[in-house]
């Protein structure tokens, strides 16, 4: 008897896929089945029942990300994140908002979401300077000429190169530690001269970052830490 109910997908694909899909805006999921057009329904029923334990735990585990996303807050005495190091967040009696290399400073009697939102465009000034500055540096040792670099407010992507060759970044990036920095800005400065991933770009990352891979294995830790915080 089949305890799991999904919602069937059909496409061009050969095999079946199993997949945990959140609902936005809160803490249920799905699960979504993507199978061959012409397989049997009763075939696709015997696999989702083989796969019940795996789809059981990672329903609850989904929920359980969910819940913690939305649990998530800022407030004055938190920490948040600067280059791989946490600051404080202090409240002053000025109007204004920064990073002075010690704190985050911010007006008090702010809420908690307008907290986060102030914490949020502070990292988003930050992250002009800081990305600007590495990037010019890469790009005079790589020699890469980025048509423009921007500072965008990305979620699943850290940084991204255009056919333009514009280079975009995710705020988000100035939370992880320099040399993670570095490797996302490498990264997208070889896809100047290759938009791929194919073995002449990773020769290209590897020439400027040998140790390209253990920061790539950084960059999905914190990954993983800022799946569970809403910074929306």
Known sequence: MLMTDYT???????????????????SCAYVEVRAPIRMPKREIDLFVAS???WITE???????????????????????AFRGAPFPLVGIDEMSAGFNGE??????????????????????????LVIAARV?????LMKMTPAAVK???AKTRWGSCSGKKSLNFSW???????????YVVVHELAHIAEMNHSARFW??????????????????????????????
């Open 203 to 232: 020769a290209i990352v590897a020439k400027i970052l040998p140790d390209y891979k253990a920061r790539q294995q950084r960059l999905k830790e914190l990954q993983r830490r800022l799946y569970v915080e809403d910074w929306e």
């Open 8 to 26: 069937l997908v059909r496409t061009q694909r050969r095999t079946v896929a199993i997949y945990i899909r959140n609902i936005a805006g809160t």
């Open 172 to 182: 988000r990036l100035v939370m992880a530690d320099d040399s993670v920095i570095d």
């Open 103 to 128: 704190r985050f400073y911010l007006p008090r009697g702010f809420t908690t979401k307008q907290v986060k939102s102030v914490i949020v465009l502070i990292y988003r000034r930050l992250a002009k």
């Open 58 to 80: 990672h329903l609850a585990l989904s929920q359980a990300n969910a819940e913690k996303r939305e649990a998530f807050a800022l407030d004055y005495g938190d920490t948040a």
């Open 51 to 53: 796969k019940e334990k």
């Open 151 to 153: 500072i965008s407010g």
């Open 136 to 140: 010019e540096y890469y790009a005079g």
